[in-house]
């Protein structure tokens, strides 16, 4: 792996653990054991590192958006609610929920870029919903917007608030999503 690569993945990690203002450039390059001047020369701002960090969520989120492009709407809801098992798995939680946090404290072109990321996460389960309800295989009564944001919501509570009561709450949480999704009226 590369230099550059080593350094978003861990800026990454350090915005998913402590915040983006929490970490500094000295943060990552005691850590990769390199010179402050080497993280520089890949970013030449904390910013830099953020809008990189930040396309690399897009990338990973089209990535995961093809790999399951041909699977029923279940699965592909299941592949989104994955993202954030991942993020809980690694004791972190996901961009989007660290970034919220700081987001009046960045400059406008990286809120503009988490603004593009939620964008793209919220109509990925948007499309997720519709198909799986013109298939009759999701049942909801809320508009569809509504719903991709209170499942959007939910998960990105669940692994926060998970943190702090039983681990088993961010499944049943998860399940209860799918659950209540796909159980038909009666």
Request: aromatic share 8%; proline share 2%.
């Amino acid at each position: 792996m590369d230099t550059r690569t080593e350094i978003i993945q861990l800026g990454d990690s350090l915005i998913r653990e402590k915040g983006y203002n929490a970490f500094s450039f000295a943060d990552i390059s005691k850590q990769l054991n390199i010179k402050n001047a080497s993280v520089h020369y890949h970013f030449p701002t904390k910013i830099s590192l953020g809008l990189a960090i930040v396309q690399e969520h897009h990338d990973r989120l089209e990535q995961l958006k093809t790999k399951v492009e041909s699977k029923n709407p279940v699965e592909k809801l299941k592949a989104f609610l994955s993202i954030y098992t991942i993020a809980k798995s690694e004791n972190k939680i996901c961009i989007v929920g660290s970034l919220a946090s700081d987001f009046y404290t960045v400059d406008a072109e990286m809120q503009n870029e988490i603004k593009k990321l939620v964008d793209n996460i919220l109509k990925w389960v948007i499309e997720i919903l519709k198909e799986g309800k013109k298939k009759k295989l999701f049942y909801f009564h809320t508009d569809i917007r509504t719903k991709a944001l209170m499942i959007i919501t939910n998960m990105l509570a669940a692994v926060q608030l998970t943190r702090l009561t039983n681990k088993q709450d961010f499944n049943k949480i998860k399940e209860n999503i799918i659950t209540d999704l796909t159980k038909q009226p009666l």
